[in-house]
């Protein structure tokens, strides 16, 4: 057992060692759920302090350290730490998890990872994650809660299907069409034998429950969503409902990041993948990197727009009209997710909204309708 006392001094004895905490200048700390990692250097890089820390010990170890900055990888709990590190006073960075893997020296471990963020934390090329709120957290848990739930759905919809159709029931394509056979089974008329009906009957219960709950959620993101600016005017944009505009502005809280429109559209995974070499370009199909909701979000409100394309005569639109007469469906509605979420960058970064007319226009700021 390795016994840690705190001088008057700031120096910290670890077993016969004396460690002086007042040298460090930044700190690696590698999360997990019960034993943490730290990895402290001083101004000239040199290792003052590594050694693994109890998750109930950590808080009182960081309250002993000067102020400095904190490096810690944007994973699980991350969010969490960063808030309370900060009320210590100290200056908490995070970097995503794969801008630090190429620093692990040999072998993968909890002592190599937290050195590894302290090395790559000095790179004058790192990007950093913005500490989120706990309001912020609570607005993508609802929406990541409802993704869950409508995957769940889909999968209640997909098992009836199968399993009726093994008694030779069968339906059209398309989620309306799978609940007309929920009703089927609710009627247990002479289509499906009882036996049948009983046997399904918990999924069909279990479908219309998920059912209440999306509906509920969706209710709770909209009115919320019509409570925030952002929100408003992304809603402006073509394919932009309450979901995809609350996603968006609940994901994307600073734009600063981002070097202007297209980058943020490569973030997305909304760019082609590039296997380039000898000055030769060669583009493939798009990365899908960056975060998946918000992709598949766009891509289903690119879809949205080109059912509807054909009243409208907004610029976006007479570009997608025009696309579509040489390329396929599918790639211009990929390639107008890729427009609208250009076009969302533009629009969160200033005080503008999508006007049909003029594309985006800058506008003074939108007063609350309600």
């Known amino acids: 057992m390795v016994v840690v006392e705190t001088t008057s001094e700031g120096a910290t004895s670890v077993g016969k060692s004396i460690i002086n905490l007042s040298s460090v200048t930044t700190v690696g700390l590698d999360l997990a759920k019960h034993v943490f990692q730290v990895h402290g250097v001083d101004a000239l890089g040199r290792v003052v302090i590594a050694k693994p820390i109890r998750r109930n010990k950590?808080?009182?170890?960081?309250?002993?350290?000067?102020?400095?900055?904190v490096e810690l990888e944007a994973c699980?709990?991350?969010?969490h730490w960063a808030r309370e590190l900060i009320k210590l006073g100290h200056d908490v960075r995070m970097m995503p998890p794969a801008y630090v893997k190429p620093y692990i020296r040999r072998q993968k471990n909890d002592a190599s990872d937290a050195a590894a963020i302290c090395e790559a934390v000095t790179r004058p090329s790192m990007r950093f994650v913005g500490v989120r709120s706990l309001e912020n957290q609570a607005a993508l848990m609802r929406h990541k809660a409802r993704e869950m739930l409508v995957s769940q759905r889909t999968q209640l919809l997909n098992g009836l299907r199968g399993?009726?159709?093994?008694?030779?029931?069968?339906?059209?394509?398309g989620p309306r069409h799978a609940r007309e056979l929920a009703e089927l089974i609710e009627a247990c008329d002479e289509t499906v034998s009882f036996?049948?009906?009983e046997a399904l009957a918990p999924l069909v219960v279990q479908l219309r429950n998920l059912d209440e709950a999306i509906a509920r959620l969706d209710r709770i993101i909209a009115k919320?969503?019509?409570?925030?600016?952002?929100?408003?005017?992304?809603?402006?944009?073509?394919?932009?409902?309450?979901?995809t505009a609350s996603a968006m502005a609940a994901t994307i809280q600073d734009t600063s990041g981002f070097a202007g429109p297209r980058e943020f559209a490569a973030f997305l995974g909304l760019?082609?993948?590039?296997?380039?070499?000898?000055?030769?370009?060669?583009?493939?199909?798009i990365s899908k990197t960056g975060n998946r909701n918000l992709r598949k979000l766009l891509v289903?409100?690119?879809?949205a727009v080109l059912f509807h394309r054909k009243p409208h005569t907004d610029p976006l639109r007479m570009w997608a009209k025009k696309l579509i007469e040489k390329k396929p469906f599918k790639l211009v509605a990929v390639a107008l997710a890729n427009k609208m979420a250009r076009i969302a960058f533009a629009i969160m970064r200033g005080t503008t909204v999508y006007r049909e007319n003029s594309g985006v226009r800058s506008v003074g700021r939108i007063r609350d309708p309600g």
């Open 76 to 79: 699980g709990s991350a969010h």
């Open 271 to 285: 760019t082609p993948k590039q296997n380039s070499s000898g000055g030769k370009p060669k583009l493939g199909r």
């Open 58 to 69: 950590l808080l009182e170890f960081f309250a002993s350290l000067p102020r400095c900055p």
């Open 195 to 197: 036996e049948v009906c």
């Open 300 to 303: 289903v409100g690119a879809h």
């Open 163 to 173: 399993h009726l159709t093994e008694v030779g029931v069968i339906a059209a394509q």
């Open 224 to 243: 919320l969503a019509r409570k925030d600016e952002t929100a408003r005017r992304l809603m402006s944009i073509p394919g932009f409902g309450p979901i």
